[in-house]
């Protein structure tokens, strides 16, 4: 399948820190999509991009849909324990029937 | 409440044993997928299904099977097929768009073999 690569693959941060990943990828996607898993849970949607250059928040999260369609980017701002999690990207390419997910960031906030 | 429920949450396996994980939804969505999912790892598709009675393999098919005879249910058959299959299951759920408002996810199934 499609290769969406996410980096950093795992953050350790400070409470009350902002944090940064993104997603890039080698072909274009028209939608890009932001997850978050808890352990042992299924991810829940976070933020959906649909056109390229869009910025949309969803309360601390800013996801960012990059101009040139190959990549995405999410920011938490003031982090809080709660925010443990791992963060998945996914993406739709046109005519495709399916997601592709990144591999996903490992997020630690030590409180 | 609409959602998607999977079941059992644990399953202990023997090996050489084939073993059902359970997924159901009651959100009305035409799409169901499988995905696998193992620590420290991302998801892989494992089958999906777009309409009743019709599915498609997903990127790691070997070893699993399917059905998909109801809208609401798209049960997961590991069979002894498979070699390594102690993992994480999750199904998900979609309206017919390929996902474009995203999937809804179960809260998964983690099996292992004993």
């Known amino acids: 399948g499609q290769q969406l690569n996410q980096s950093p693959q795992s953050m350790f941060i400070q409470e009350g820190e902002d944090v940064s990943m993104n997603c890039t990828s080698s072909?274009?996607?028209?939608?890009w999509l932001w997850y978050k898993q808890d352990p042992g849970e299924g991810p829940v949607l976070l933020i959906a991009?649909?056109?390229?250059?869009e910025l949309t928040s969803n309360g601390r999260l800013t996801a960012q849909f990059g101009i040139t369609r190959k990549d995405s980017f999410l920011n938490i701002s003031a982090s809080i324990p709660s925010d443990v999690g791992i963060y998945f990207c996914?993406?739709?390419?046109?005519?495709?029937?399916?997601?592709?997910f990144g591999t996903g960031t490992r997020l630690t906030v030590i409180p | 409440d609409g959602g998607i429920t999977q079941s059992p949450k644990y399953l202990f396996r023997k090996e050489g044993q084939n073993v059902t994980l359970s997924c159901e939804q009651n959100?009305?969505?035409?799409?169901m997928y499988w995905y696998r999912q193992d620590p420290g790892q991302g998801l892989r598709l494992i089958y999906y299904?777009?309409?009743?009675?019709?599915?498609q393999k997903g990127d790691i098919a070997e070893g699993y099977s399917v059905s998909r005879e109801k809208k609401e249910s798209f049960p997961l058959t590991v069979t002894s097929a498979q070699k390594n299959p102690t993992a994480f299951y999750l199904c998900?759920?979609?309206?017919?768009?390929?996902?474009?408002?995203?999937?809804?996810f179960g809260s998964g199934t983690r099996l292992t073999v004993v």
């Open positions: 959100l009305n969505h035409d799409a």
């Open positions: 991009l649909y056109k390229a250059g």
């Open positions: 998900a759920s979609s309206i017919a768009d390929g996902g474009a408002y995203g999937y809804t």
């Open positions: 996914a993406g739709i390419q046109t005519g495709a029937n399916n997601l592709f």
């Open positions: 072909s274009i996607f028209n939608t």
């Open positions: 299904s777009q309409i009743v009675n019709d599915f």
